[in-house]
């Protein structure tokens, strides 16, 4: 039995005109009407004395209410003009009438976890409150999506659960975590990290949040089917089961077999870690080699650096969240504590796990294929991993972590410039100039070793960085992937240099080099050290 992979939903169905999140348009000092102020809508309520007939008084006065109220007050709402509202007043009925005033649904949420990943500083993203939507469809493997809800923009999908009879959600996770993919930029509700995205409800869990592996195959089948559409796939699922490191062909796992050929057609898969506090290695799909598994960070206040208070859940600010699966089959960290996103019913709510982790890096996923529509899935995934990917996340941990169990730190998703960091302001953010980082970052490795690593000392930094590496083999300087044999082309220290990707557990690289894992990639690395 599959069931999503989520932990302690804290549904908070916050309705959009939640009580404080109505404002008063009136610029007058109060609200309460007065004959010198009127109504800036010609609108009014008209509230009546106790035992009188609120529809006969009406109509004795020529009125057709708008609305007639009986239990909470005794009167009824009406357009009339100005001139008519002081003589309606001095009828002895009537106990008092009152502007009907304009009101408004509260602003906009920017959600932690997106300001956490710095895309309001991402160009493609675009967030300002302004409708203008990013054009890339999203598969969102789950129990549907609330296809009625005013901040999401669903474009199709199709019913794989055989106990459902819809791809509607019923349940509410799925359009949870399709809130955190692509909630729009309109100014109301929250804002997900790709805004506006296409997003397509492929329904494999029923209302209780339970499915099964044919369901999946199901659901992974029919994205296989729309490959021409449909690139990325966010899967916030998971059970038991295990990698063969044989795409599934070795232990007949149809699942992993899907997911293989799927991801052979041009498919990136991105996956939940699991909130077992347990060695992903032990869960399909996160074990999956060809997939992208997220593990969940704990984060409180949308910025670095740790220290904030915890809000729905016991837990450390800035660190590996205390649910979240771990190992070296993890690829990448996003937040999953406390996150706000949509909810069923038109409403919004929070929820924690790395199901909640994921979209956050499906949404990422998306915003790098919407600048560059014709990206491979190999080049996305090593863009997300590399390009997009902060070593150093928990940056009041010394730049790890603290309670990893494995001690190897993945890297955590960021789209955008969280703050510029800034030479001699004692704040070591891994990103200063030669000039003085070094009254920030004491001695920071490598000065001097004819690598250009991006973190050197400040005393000859430049030695390494100005004419480094020596040009040959997988050390040559690169801009794009076809100018790369090996077919990779990755950063490192603002330069970049020709490499491949590989598999830690078969060292599939060419003599002379090791496979190992750099900052959330596994990459050949050359014997003289190169590229990274």
Known sequence: MRKPDILFPTLIAAALLAAGCIQDTDDSPSAAFGLDNGSPTGSYIVVLKPGVDAPGLARAHGMSPTHVYSHVLNGFSVTIPPQAVEG???NPNVDYIAPDLEVQACGQTVPTGVQRMGVTANPTADIDGVDERVNVNVAVLDTGIDLDHADLNVVGGINCNARSRTY???NGHGTHVAGTIGALDNGIGVV???PGANLYAVRVLDRRGSGYTSDIVCGIDWVAQNVGTIKIASMSLGGTGSD???CGNSNNDPEHQAICRATALGVTFIVAAGNEADDSARHTPAAYDEVITVSALSDFNGLPGGGAAPTCRTDEDDTLANFSNFGPDVDIMAPGVCIYSTTMGGTYGTMSGTSMATPHVSGAAALILAADPSMSAEWLRTALLSTYGDTEPCASFGGRCADDPDGVQEPFCLMGALAEPVCG?????GGETCGTCAEDCGAC???GDSVCNGTETCGTCETDCGVCPAPGGM???????PECTSGLCLSSGGVQYCTQSCNIKKNNCPTGSTCIRIGGSTVCEATDGCPL
């Open 475 to 481: 050390c040559d300087a690169c801009t794009t992937g």
């Open 168 to 170: 509607d959600d019923e």
């Open 244 to 246: 063969d490191g044989n």
């Open 445 to 447: 490795p490598f000065c």
């Open 192 to 194: 997900g990290v790709a």
């Open 425 to 429: 302001d004692g704040t070591c953010s």
């Open 88 to 90: 309606l007043s001095r």
